[in-house]
């Protein structure tokens, strides 16, 4: 009797604990996803608004923006009807694998592997407005 009470204790503890590490939200990572930017994305975006020079177009506020919209830079016809709203879930899915998302796409980027620097990565980008 005494141990199974444990036992159940156990499980919905595990059960939370388990909850806490699925929700998808932003926590303060230590800079992590300033280092995940500054080694896979900043070669060729920058997070300021002015991007002068950039292979990619700047990344200020690209949270919230449609895709393929910024004024000024030459996307590809395929960026350009995309037709998405730059969200962490569609900028997720850009960079796991850009040629498979945006079929014909210029960002010359072979992805993002693991789901932890995604995370990352994206969580950094709302917090450049
Ligand atoms: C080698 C250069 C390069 C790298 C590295 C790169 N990108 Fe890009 N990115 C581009 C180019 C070029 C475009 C424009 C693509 C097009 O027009 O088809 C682009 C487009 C984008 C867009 C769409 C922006 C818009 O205005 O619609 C997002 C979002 C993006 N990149 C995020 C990232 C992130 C995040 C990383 C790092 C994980 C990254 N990129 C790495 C070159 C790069």
Request: proline share 4%; glycine share 10%; with cysteine.
């Amino acid at each position: 009797m005494f141990t199974s009470q444990k036992f159940s204790l156990f499980g919905l503890l595990t059960l939370a604990l388990a909850q806490t590490v699925v929700a998808a939200e932003c926590t303060p990572d230590q800079g992590h996803g300033a280092q995940v930017f500054a080694n896979e994305c900043g070669v060729c975006h920058s997070v300021s608004k002015d991007m002068a020079g950039m292979m990619g177009p700047s990344l200020a506020g690209v949270v919230g923006r449609k895709s393929g919209s910024l004024e000024g830079f030459s996307y590809s016809q395929a960026m350009r009807s995309k037709d998405v709203t730059w969200q962490a879930e569609t900028i997720s899915q850009l960079i796991t694998q850009p040629q498979a998302y945006v079929p014909g796409t210029y960002m010359p980027y072979m992805g993002l592997a693991s789901a932890d620097d995604r995370q990352a990565v994206v969580c950094y980008l709302k917090e450049q407005r």
